[in-house]
């Protein structure tokens, strides 16, 4: 959606996608936990050219005291995307309309699964940062804060985890990248919760037929279980492995 | 892991929640007997928990105590013959804690100068092993007096070896979730020079504070807690049983 339509590339050949994915494949995902020291519980998570880090803090004392519950604790969320994460002119850093939104439905999504009643009078912070963007960030912040959360210790009813899916040259296909957002029909991200099949955010941007939705969730819904793996794989691999190896490298 | 079955009935575990009939995890934790010890978590303190604690405020009928939590602990005058100052650490018992987690200590006593080292409180029970197997020789391999909280704080007096009791508490809580770790830590302390110590003979413990080691066991079952010995020790004994935790989610 959005791009101009002069330079818009062949998103869809033979089958086979710009970047040479199915229609049903995702990019490359790498999900490592605990990669920060003072943070309760953190993750940063690769998806195809997106990385983000999220961290997790507390329970802790609610400030301001106006906002705290007696009866649970508050998730508090912030996504923000780094001033130099695309390509695109992000202008000054700090919240803004579009980040603002994210954070909302980030933290709503959380507010599902976070037993927070054990809790009371207490915040659970939870800080998404998008140093590269690729399309399709607020799944993989999604992905990387939950992982961020169950690395805290935070006790969760289920490791949320989100997909996107959307259409191009009216196909419907799951995990769009950049370009394919950009320029194709719809985008429709969905985070779920794999363990009831509970859809805890949805959103959708541009059009699809009542067919083309049905065929989208349950693209993303097979999506979900295949990025629930990898998660579950990066929290083992933070008691398997020493610290020092599982520690980012920057290539 | 989160939203993963830990039973197929309605079971009550700690940790773990019912839905539709069926057990889920809410943590990242070991499951087995029926148990899920979680490998990770905040502190949720309890009543009869014996805690390191730091004063953080000297208020007029008591004082506010800082305890690795969300919640600050207070300490009435009455409870206490002694007098603190702010940032002395005091060894104390959860006396009461109600459904907003306002919690009350007692029976606490300041501790002597030492050095805090910061825990996880869930590899608490792996710190102090089983039969108190654990502390035990890292007190006598290094020549220092150690009081575990049971809220993660670790206080190691001043001794003949505090750094490398340091050491071993940093590992063990690194490793809290393997095998075969007390044979790792003896050997560890032995080779970086700690005192020779073989678990046949234990140290008989000073009379006094230093002998009141309350630290309580946490989820791992079948030990005798600290301090279970009869012979009264006044104080502290009557809160050394620790009950089971039972908190489980709906």
């Known amino acids: ?84 994460s695309g390509a695109e002119e992000h202008g000054r850093s700090g919240p803004n309309r579009r980040s603002k939104e994210l954070s909302k439905v980030i933290r709503e999504a959380f507010e599902n699964v976070i037993i927070a009643e054990s809790f009371p009078k207490t915040q659970i912070e939870v800080f998404i940062e998008v140093l590269q963007s690729d399309g399709g960030t607020r799944c993989a912040a999604v992905t990387a804060a939950a992982v961020a959360l169950a690395d805290a210790g935070i006790p969760m009813k289920d490791m949320i985890c989100a997909c996107a899916v959307g259409k191009i040259e009216g ?61 579950f794989e990066a929290i083992k691999k933070v008691y398997e492995e020493p610290r020092e190896e599982r520690f980012l490298i920057i290539k | 892991m989160p939203g993963e079955m830990v039973s197929d009935k309605a079971d009550r575990i700690a940790y773990a929640f019912v839905d539709n009939g069926k057990t889920y ?93 910061k825990v996880s409180s869930v590899k608490v029970p792996r710190i102090i092993g089983k039969k108190n197997s654990m502390i035990d020789m890292i007190k006598a391999a290094t020549g220092c007096e150690i009081f575990v909280g049971r809220n993660g704080y670790v206080w190691i007096c001043d001794g003949a070896n505090p750094t490398l009791a340091e050491k071993a508490i940093r590992m063990i809580e690194a490793q809290a979730h393997t095998t075969g770790l007390t044979d790792r830590v003896s050997r560890y302390l032995k080779e970086n020079g700690g005192k020779d110590y073989s678990p046949s003979h234990v140290p008989s413990q000073p009379q006094g504070i230093g002998s009141q080691q309350g630290a309580q066991q946490g989820s791992e079952g079948g030990h005798s807690p600290y301090g279970s010995r009869s012979g009264g020790q006044g104080g502290f004994q009557r809160h050394s049983r620790y009950p089971p935790r039972q908190h489980g989610y709906r």
């Open chain 1, 1 to 84: 959606m959005g791009g101009n339509a002069a330079n818009k590339p062949e998103l869809l050949k033979n089958g086979k996608r710009v970047d040479g994915r199915r229609v049903d494949e995702l990019r490359p995902i790498k999900i490592v936990a605990r990669v920060l020291n003072d943070a309760d519980g953190s993750a940063y998570v690769e998806w195809g050219k997106n990385k983000i880090l999220a961290g997790v803090y507390g329970p802790s004392e609610c400030i301001p005291r106006h906002d705290q519950s007696l009866y649970r604790a508050i998730v508090k969320c912030r996504y923000n995307m780094a001033p130099f």
């Open chain 2, 25 to 117: 995890s809410t943590v990242v934790g070991l499951f087995s007997d029926g148990k899920l010890v979680p490998l990770e978590g905040p502190y949720e303190p309890l009543a009869e928990d014996m805690i390191v604690g730091i004063v953080a405020e000297v208020k007029f009928s008591g004082y506010s105590v800082e305890m690795n939590t969300a919640y600050t602990a207070f300490l009435s005058s009455r409870e206490i013959r002694e007098r603190y100052s702010m940032g002395d650490a005091i060894f104390a018992c959860v006396s009461m804690i109600d459904e907003v987690r306002s919690t009350e200590l007692s029976d606490a006593h300041k501790l002597p100068s030492g050095r805090l080292v």
């Open chain 1, 171 to 231: 196909e419907v296909v799951v995990d769009l990248g950049k370009e394919e957002d950009n320029f194709g029909e719809s985008d429709m991200p969905i985070a779920f919760s794999p363990r009831t099949g509970d859809v805890l955010l949805f959103q959708m941007d541009g059009l699809l037929t009542k067919e083309e939705l049905a065929r989208g969730i349950e693209l993303a819904r097979g999506a979900s279980e295949k990025i629930r793996a990898i998660q």
